[in-house]
């Protein structure tokens, strides 16, 4: 295995002692290690079934396949629900349905990018024009690592309005390059993150140009086949696959058949489909060094700074943080009629898979979170730390970009609390936790002052590193 990649080292056992108290005494059974640990695996086995049952139970949930493994230990590898609703098809109960991965699929292309990089056909650090020399950047050098931590700053094609128009329409990827080129940037590469499909669409191009393979056959033979990933395939919106789940959209009356998409469009971005099975397989073969050089699985899971030195939460392909005080690299995605959970916990080699046959309110993201209170325990609240420096110099109002939108946040004082409110709804009451940052709802916010008085306000969460500059 790599260096950094800690592999899970099972406690010493306990001898598990019962005391059983009668009317002739005390008496003092030992308990066999092997009977006590049995007993907790089959405890924990059954409450993940659980959650699952009760996950895939939702109105608005169609079925999923799951994944939990620990170690060498297989948990749950089990299938819920339905893959298909109108002729009442049970999901398998082997887990083994194939679903559209979405944005899981970027961990692939990053991979693909970096076995580019082993053989000397690309280079991180030099702009990406090198390899795409026709796309005009307005004057901007975009190194080819900024495509791959959504730090570019090119606009996002899935949040143009034209998209909307050509989504299930089959048309040359130039006519998309084009859209995306006459945008202009959102900011300044590496001076902030917005979640990118654009530069994922423009990486698979890359891939495709150097290796002289189209994407797909480069991810079959490189990625797929050496991680032994056989039920792993790029996906069609025409070509029937046997075994892969129907896709559902939540709507108002419920759940209805998903969008039309075609798939020249996720291209690198979110084409690929797989199986709870192969997303193991993947896992163990990305973390477990058999796919990528150390150099390289370093770089694909460690977050670079901002060129102001801000650090991030999203390295290659790959979000990189912490859950109940444990790392955990991880990577969600959304798609057509299909929803996509898979993360790792290095320190305890413990791989999560949830993919679900339908989007809407009820998103695999709940369960994986009940996999993770039963597997790791609660979450603890962030520990408040004491403010003192002036609330009044962080007053004010902030605009800047956000996916898809132009984000304005007001900052307001209630006493000694500060009011976030964004977009003037969703009021939150951040806690402070420290150097002039705050945390609620799982975002992080940090003030850069000067002269006293806050210049801007950082929104930190995922694959997001908003800046909002003081307009008020």
Known sequence: PQPDVCVMRRPRTLHVIAIVCSAFGTAILHVSPARAQDGARASLVAALDSAAREH???????????GVVQGGDTLLLKGYGKVDLQWDVPTPANASASYEIGSVTKQFTA?????????????????????????????HRVPLRRLLDHTSGIKGYTEMPVFREIAATKLPRDSLVTLIENEPFEFEPGTAQIYNNSAYFLLGLIIEKVSGQSYEDFVRTRLFEPAGMSASYYC???VLKPGKANGYDGSPAGLVHKRPLDHTWPYAG?????TVGDLIRWNRA??????????SYSAMTTPQPLVDGSTLGYAMGLGVGERAGERVIAHGGGINGYLTDVSYFP???????????????????ALVSAFQTLLLGTEPPPTAVPFSGNLDALVGEYAGPARGTHMHMTVSRDGDQLVMTVNEQNAARPVHVGNDEWVAGGRRFRFVMANGRALELRMMAGAAHNVLRRTR
């Open 111 to 139: 991979a693909a990018i970096l076995k580019l990089v082993e053989e000397g056909k690309l280079d991180l650090d030099e702009d990406f024009t090198k390899y795409l020399p026709d796309f005009e950047t307005r004057g």
């Open 270 to 274: 979110g084409s690929l489909c797989s």
């Open 286 to 295: 990305l973390h477990g060094g058999r796919l990528l050089s150390p150099a």
């Open 56 to 66: 895939a139970a939702h109105a608005m949930v169609a079925g999923v396949s799951v």
């Open 236 to 238: 069609s919106e025409s």
């Open 347 to 365: 320190d305890r080699d413990l791989i999560l898979v949830v993919l679900q046959n339908s989007t809407g309110p009820r998103g695999p993201g």
